[in-house]
């Protein structure tokens, strides 16, 4: 037989003397004190009675009270102990209340190995600080959708596409750290997001180059062994990025090779190969010329400390109304190479410090064609210091 319910009335949980009332179906309100008390739910579970806290009667009224005894009534009904569901579900909930930007720091601490110099610089971060966690960083990140991601970028998706993309990578990341972490959130949001997005509308600008045949030229300019002129011919020699020919110490050269640890190439965060650089005869020539300069091992010091600036070399360009860059001398080599040699393509690409063919292939090339590049490197410095002009590097080609 069923046992009646709801006994009590709104006003009687008010004014029932101290002790314990029955509202029936196993609710039953406790008093304290003739205005205070809580809601107390009994079951039976596998023969085991148990008595539940529903709340005190100042917070949960008699009909939250009622509602709530009758979905853990359910729950005792299915063979389930009420007591240790809800705290398994409240367990889940603080599992899945982690804000999106907790999440992002935990996210940065797991990587920050694999970034070039632990991400000091911010760069990974970038998209992040300033495009996204201002608006969801405060957000649970299993409560951010597609929706949020594309609100957050929309505003930047067209007008700083670059950035946007990174952003939009980066979130990614965030989220398959979150499901790593066992929160409840969908990986597939963001690429949801980018479809909403739409088409950016944008095609990427190349760095200006200096055509190669005006190497040459440019070369002959940068003569008065200053340290940016000198820094800037061994650029141009060597076809380095700007990072690591501003970083270089003396104790990386050995006879005519110049190894840049693995740290400082771009691409190359969390592997371990160095990558060797042939030097010409004219760029060891430049190096002579720099090592005066030199401060504290670097080959490149600053005036005040550490190494030249980024913006050194492009300022130089930049003053005598070049649009070209530093950069761009990296675009000069390669151009030369195709247009006016014979050099095959996976020893073009190692000239630059590309990573050429998938990881198969790498694992089983072992050679880096040092001898073949320096060779490669010779002729550039050749042209670069004009010894061999534009028409003959295009007929040997021929």
Known sequence: MSRPLNKLGARSVQTRPSGKHSDGGGLWLVKTEQKSGYWVLRVTIHGRRREMGLGSIGVVSLKAAREDAAKWRAVAASGLDPIVERERLAREAARNLHLFKDVTDDCFEALKKSLKKEGKAGRWRSPLDLHVLPKLGKTPVSQIGQIDIRDALKGIWTTKPDVARKALNRISVVFKHAAALGL???LQAPTKARALLGAQGYKPEHIPAVPWPDVADFYASINDGSLTHLALRLLILTGVRSAPLRFIRLDQIDGDVWTIPAQNMKGREGKTEDFRVPLSAEALRVIEQAKPLARDGWLFP??????ISDATMARLMERRGMKERPHGFRSSLRDWMAEATNTPHEI??????????????????RTDFLAQRRAIMEQWASV???????????????
């Open 184 to 186: 409840d959130v969908d």
């Open 302 to 307: 600053s005036v005040r400390k550490g190494v």
């Open 348 to 365: 073009a690409e190692t000239v630059l410090g590309h990573s050429v063919g998938g990881s198969v292939e790498r694992a089983y090339r």
């Open 384 to 398: 670069v210091t004009g010894k061999t002009d534009a028409a003959s590097s295009l007929a040997d080609a021929a």
